[in-house]
């Protein structure tokens, strides 16, 4: 048995599902929910997104005292499969469809009027306080201390111009050889400037239902070989959108004075991110398409359900602090 000493703790329930599921992780006697029990759970909900969270990251970096070989464990996967299904259901009912990968483009290329009350990085950059500065990045930090690892699963099943391109940006993503560029590891430092604790899910607990279900999007559609032309479809929504709002994110750091390094992470995004756009909508989107044109609507799908999550992500937290409450789950630390 190989167990992970040094991975994360098990986080704390948040319902029947995830506490059923925590149990028999920590106890491999025990055994995990019926997949039954999942079809009257609620979809976006915290029980079930952690539950659906706890079962993806022992494919990264495991759980502390949970043996490794749990990953592919074959009394797990019928609850996996049972999760992953309620949760696509629900993208599929609610995320538009019917575009094309143009038209969902060009609607992630039209930035929104800076009063608009559905944009975090507008209300930060305008009037945020560094007290929801540290709470964005407490969050954010599911995804960002292991920004890209979910998109390198779609390497294998991508082909010619599609994986070159979407390579050639990992390259960035990945410190283009150097660790201390890596971008989680520049994450790391802004959680350090901001006083945030550095360890790789540290915030589980803190983080909401809604932040959840953005990062096991990444999850799901990386593990499927099937939805690779949905995961490609998500990674253009991160580049595409991440430069305008990268910008207004440093504006913010520096007008708090949240440090040097907590700057620098989003402006390194506003430069490299500029290029892999272009690079992601030419060459990897494009590219897979013309491999695979039966794949566009996929990629519409990656596109809309993507931005389906994040919006709600943002409704959370915006609705938290225009009322001077904390978006976190526990108190802030």
Same mark, same amino acid.
């Given at each position: 048995m190989t167990t992970t000493p040094a991975g994360p703790a098990l986080p704390a329930a948040r319902g029947p599902? %995830?506490?059923?599921l925590l149990t028999a992780l920590a106890s491999? %006697?025990?055994? !995990? !929910? =019926?997949p039954g029990d999942v079809q009257d759970a609620d979809p976006y909900g915290d029980d079930l997104q952690l539950a659906l969270y706890a079962l993806y990251e022992l494919h990264y970096r495991g759980f502390a005292g949970v043996d490794d070989? +749990?990953?592919? =464990? !074959?009394?797990?996967?019928?609850?996996?499969?049972?999760?992953? #299904? +309620?949760?696509?259901?629900?993208?599929? @009912?609610? @995320?538009p469809a019917g575009r094309s990968p143009d038209e969902a483009f060009a609607l992630l290329l039209t930035e929104p009027a800076g009063h608009d009350p559905s944009s975090v990085t507008h209300h930060l950059r305008d009037k945020g306080e560094l007290?929801?500065?540290r709470e964005y990045a407490a969050i954010r930090s599911l995804y960002h201390l292991k920004e890209a690892d979910p998109h390198v699963w779609v390497l294998p099943r991508l082909r010619g111009r599609a994986k070159a391109g979407m390579v050639a940006v990992l390259y960035d993503e990945f410190g283009a050889g150097r660790a201390e560029r890596v971008h989680a590891?520049?994450?790391a430092d802004l959680m350090a400037d901001l006083g945030l604790v550095t360890t790789y899910g540290h915030y589980v607990d803190e983080a909401p239902g809604a932040?959840? @279900? &953005? &990062?096991?999007?990444? %999850?799901?559609l990386g593990l499927r070989r099937s939805l690779r032309g949905a995961l490609t479809g998500h990674f253009a929504v991160v580049e595409v959108t991440s430069p305008p709002g990268s910008a207004r994110l440093a504006d913010a750091m520096r007008r708090t004075g949240a440090g040097e390094a907590a700057a620098h992470f989003y402006d390194e995004h506003v #430069? @490299?991110?500029?290029? *892999? #756009?272009? &690079? &992601?909508?030419h060459e990897v989107v494009a590219g897979l398409l013309a491999e695979e044109p039966g794949l566009e609507q996929d990629v519409v799908f990656g596109i809309e359900t993507t931005t389906l999550l994040e919006d709600r992500l943002?409704? *959370?937290?915006?609705?938290?602090?225009?009322d001077g409450r904390t978006a976190l789950r526990a108190p802030r630390r």
């Open positions: 599902l %995830s506490a059923g491999p %006697s025990d055994p !995990p !929910p =019926d070989d +749990r990953e592919w =464990d !074959p009394a797990l996967m019928p609850l996996r499969r049972a999760l992953e #299904e +309620r949760f696509l259901g629900a993208l599929r @009912a609610d @995320a007290w929801q500065l590891r520049l994450f932040m959840l @279900a &953005v &990062v096991n999007l990444m %999850s799901l #430069e @490299a991110d500029a290029v *892999h #756009e272009q &690079v &992601v909508r943002g409704a *959370h937290l915006l609705e938290r602090w225009r």
